[in-house]
């Protein structure tokens, strides 16, 4: 008889401590499914916070974080890069010329009033062909060996206007990345002389050190992007008229020769 109630007695704290985990376990579950849900609601609103910024903002914010020394090398290597860039377009635009208009109106010049009409036409036309054009027929009086020579020369003197300050845009392009991987270099530094300093290694003490050095290399990319970008399309209007160039002298060089005839 004692040994059964013995029996039940165990049973039964064992039926008292079970349903008390249970509890406990119920509770901590409970907890997390509420830390979790509140965890998530905050993540939305920081996301919701952060697509209502515009992206000029969120840039000028990573801006500031990566420091002013390196940033602002980096910026004026941009500003001092589109202002070159925007200037040769410029001057490129304003160099283009119809050529085949150009070459007609010449020869019709020549055909019906001479030399001094033609260069007439080139003294109204703006651009290197139109002085080129100009040039040979200056010297045309001498002979076309003469004129050939000023417009082979005049040539080169109009495809230096054309290159002008390019060099600097590719400088420009070149040195941008490699401060921003500078900025980054000591960046990485500094970091690893706070570790150093304190002997132990943190996350929250070199967090901000490794920030800056790498918003340091984005910036300095994106500078040279964009200016790589201007710096083709600048190349390709340089050749083209190069190439109209060459192509109009040779014409200038023929329709002389007719005309000597």
Not at 91 to 113: F, H, I, W
């Amino acid at each position: 008889m004692k040994r059964l109630f013995s029996i039940l007695a165990i049973a039964g704290l064992f039926v008292l401590s079970t349903n008390t985990v249970s509890a406990k376990a119920n509770a901590i579950v409970s907890n997390l499914s509420a830390t979790v849900a509140t965890a998530t609601i905050m993540l939305q609103d920081e996301a919701a916070d952060e697509s209502t910024k515009g992206f000029t903002q969120v840039l000028k914010e990573q801006f500031i974080q990566g420091g002013a020394g390196f940033m602002g090398i980096v910026l004026l290597c941009l500003i001092l890069g589109l202002a070159v860039a925007i200037e040769r377009i410029i001057y490129l635009n304003m160099a283009s010329t119809n050529t085949s208009k150009l070459k007609q109106q010449v020869e019709d010049a020549l055909a019906s009033g001479g030399i001094e009409a033609a260069k007439e036409v080139c003294r109204n036309t703006k651009g290197p062909v139109a002085s080129i054009y100009y040039q040979g027929l200056d010297r045309a009086g001498e002979s076309i060996e003469s004129a050939e020579k000023a417009v082979v020369a005049y040539g080169g003197v109009q495809m230096g206007q054309l290159e002008k300050n390019v060099s600097w845009l590719s400088l420009f392009i070149a040195i941008a990345p490699m401060l921003g991987f500078m900025g980054t270099v000591i960046g990485m530094i500094q970091a690893f002389q706070k570790i150093s300093a304190v002997g132990n290694l943190s996350a929250s003490l070199i967090a901000g050190d490794i920030q800056v050095a790498l918003l340091t290399t984005v910036f300095g990319l994106i500078t040279a992007i964009i200016l790589q970008i201007f710096y083709n399309y600048i190349i390709a209007k340089i050749d083209s008229i190069v190439n109209d160039m060459e192509d109009s002298s040779i014409s200038l060089i023929d329709m002389l020769v007719d005309h000597k005839k």
